[in-house]
């Protein structure tokens, strides 16, 4: 097992009808800026729980944080969270709300033009504190310090984490998935399952609870999945969903493993290039990431297949090609396309994409930071 630091401070609170207990989070003199997506808040409910958990204290609404959030749509948040003296954010959406509330909050206290956070890596030292209401189970983003921010203008979509960025508390009740659409809810089981392949399926250091949870969380979504897109109504299945995307990126997997996290790279390039949701720039391109690297990731591969898709039978490549062969048919089943040509995307788009890649310094990933522009090209043409 590797050396590491494992620190997470985000307080949750989770379960049927928790969003009240707001009022318990949040400072009695705060004044509240709330943030928000498209309007789902407001048509299921939400946004009226909410504003009657926060009682008396001043609140405001920014309203409008995109999927993919716009720098440029946030920094009017950042304006606006200035003229009315903020001191408390609150983030009450998926991934893309709780991203550019991280981005809004570290902004606030940036000295200097804050996109330099993303593009220059500027270290993040203060933020305004804020806590989050999770509607969609995804990205983690509820339970780790992480954003993804899109430059519209420029076609960037660049991370950036910091210490400062973890929410105070996230509120995580399962009955506020219940009116997600299903293409949202294909996309967080395809997008966790990605975060935990990403700590999982590289080398072994012999850091066996770290796989043993990985698989749990794995062989979870293989189960509830499918179960999720039937029955929206199911407490148990939603409930098992959302824990298991936290689970998935709050740092307790990747602790003292090896992190690949260049599907991720790939994929934020096919977003701001051609608009696709988060998890199916990542159902194309893990499959053909893991048939290209598979002599790289050859012994974790053959853990992969036997222990989370049951394969035992044939030989170590016919195994490795099985259990590859599974993680496609499971995203298909979970009805993400995995190929570009399902997107409509030609073969012409992969030069572009590749200047982005080494625009963006992408040029060492995976967890040996032995994947060269050369092998990403191959995993784009092999995704074709
Ligand atoms: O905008 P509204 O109207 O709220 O609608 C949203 C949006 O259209 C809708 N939605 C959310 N909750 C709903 C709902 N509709 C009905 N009922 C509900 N309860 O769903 C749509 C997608 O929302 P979005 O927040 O964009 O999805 P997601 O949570 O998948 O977030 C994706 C973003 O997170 C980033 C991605 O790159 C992408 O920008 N990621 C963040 C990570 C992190 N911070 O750790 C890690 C991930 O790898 C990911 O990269
Ligand atoms: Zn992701």
Redesign the pocket.
Known sequence: MQNFIFHNPTKIIFGEGEIGALDAHIPRHARVLIT?????????G?LAQVQAALGSRQHFLFEG?????AYETLMKAVALAREKNIDFLLA????????GT?FIAAALKFKGEPWDILSKQTPVTQAMPFGTVL???????EM?C?????YRARGD?L?F?SEATFPVFSILDPT??????PR?VA??VV?AF??IVEQYLTYPVDARVQDRFAEGLLLTLTEIGPQALAEPHNYAVRANLMWTATLA?NGLIGAGVPQDWAT?ML??EL?ALHGL???QT?AIVLPALLSVRRESKRDKLLQYATRVWHITEGTADERITAGIAATRAFFEKMTLPTHLSDYQIKPASIAILMAKLEEHGMSALGEREDMTLAISRQVYERAL
Do not use: F, R, W
């Open positions: 928000a997506g498209g309007g789902s808040i407001k048509h299921n939400v944080i995109e999927p993919n959030p009450v959406g998926g991934g893309s709300v709780i991203d991280k509607t969609l189970p995804a990205t983690g983003s780790n992480g954003a993804v921010i899109s979509k991370v984490s506020v998935t219940y009116s997600l659409p949202q996309n967080g997008d990605v975060h990126l991720h994929g934020h977003t949701d988060h998890a990542l």
